[in-house]
């Protein structure tokens, strides 16, 4: 069973498109304060820079669980990892 070129081309094309999908759901989010997070999702993580955390950290927002009246937020402070920017 032989492979054309155009199927082969195919099915790279797809394996390039999903491995792009999956990076952009991967990158975190940052904001510089936690007023400016709207509409957080369950599972999703934001990185507040506001400063509350100690030398070394940020602040991580997650939303952990459905409640009626929405999402349930819950902030810890994480290690920074790489240069703070700005």
Request: hydrophobic content about 40%.
């Amino acid at each position: 069973m032989k492979i054309s070129r155009i199927e082969l081309f195919s099915i790279l094309l797809l394996g390039v498109l999903i491995q792009l999908a999956l990076m952009r759901v991967a990158t975190a989010q940052q904001v510089r304060r936690e007023q400016d997070i709207v509409n957080l999702r369950l599972g999703q993580r934001i990185k507040v820079d506001d400063g509350t955390c100690p030398a070394g950290q940020i602040k991580e927002v997650s939303g952990s669980k459905m409640t009626p009246m929405g999402v349930e937020r819950t902030q810890k402070c994480i290690p920074r990892l790489g240069p703070k920017t700005k």
